[in-house]
């Protein structure tokens, strides 16, 4: 079982910055591949990035490529999300998940676990 919490979302002006961050329970977080994704009212969970077990891959929504990094520290059982240069259709709930999957994935359906997600609002 992992448990996940993520925190740092918040109210931001557009070119703005947030970080936001996903703890996550147990003692096995590094055999996990992390993604963050992100939800607005009435739309699909959408990939935002994805970060392998190890932290050598990553990948990246075309959307936020070159704003977006993700990190992550196994010693702290941790994933970031750096946003930068924030838009307001960035706006939406952000949630981390953690996927068994042999590679790393951008399908929510293949994540086992989800955190409660956090609100990122972008004023223009």
């Not at 970080?19 to 996990?32: D, P, Q, V």
């Not at 990246?60 to 070159?66: H, I």
């Not at 196994?74 to 996927?99: F, H, R």
């Amino acid at each position: 079982q992992v448990q996940l919490v993520e925190s740092g979302g918040g109210l931001v002006q557009a070119g703005g910055s947030l970080r936001l961050s996903c703890a996550a329970s147990g003692r096995t977080f590094s055999r996990y591949h992390m993604g963050w994704f992100r939800q607005a009212p009435g739309k699909e969970r959408d990939f935002v990035a994805v970060i392998s077990d190890r932290g050598g891959t990553t990948n990246y929504a075309d959307s936020v490529k070159g704003r977006f990094t993700i990190s992550r520290d196994n010693a702290k059982n941790t994933v970031y999300l750096q946003m930068n240069i924030l838009k307001p259709e960035d706006t939406a709930v952000y949630y981390c998940g953690a996927t068994g999957a042999m590679v790393v994935t951008t399908t929510p359906s293949l994540y086992n676990y989800w955190g409660q997600g956090t609100q990122v609002t972008v004023s223009s």
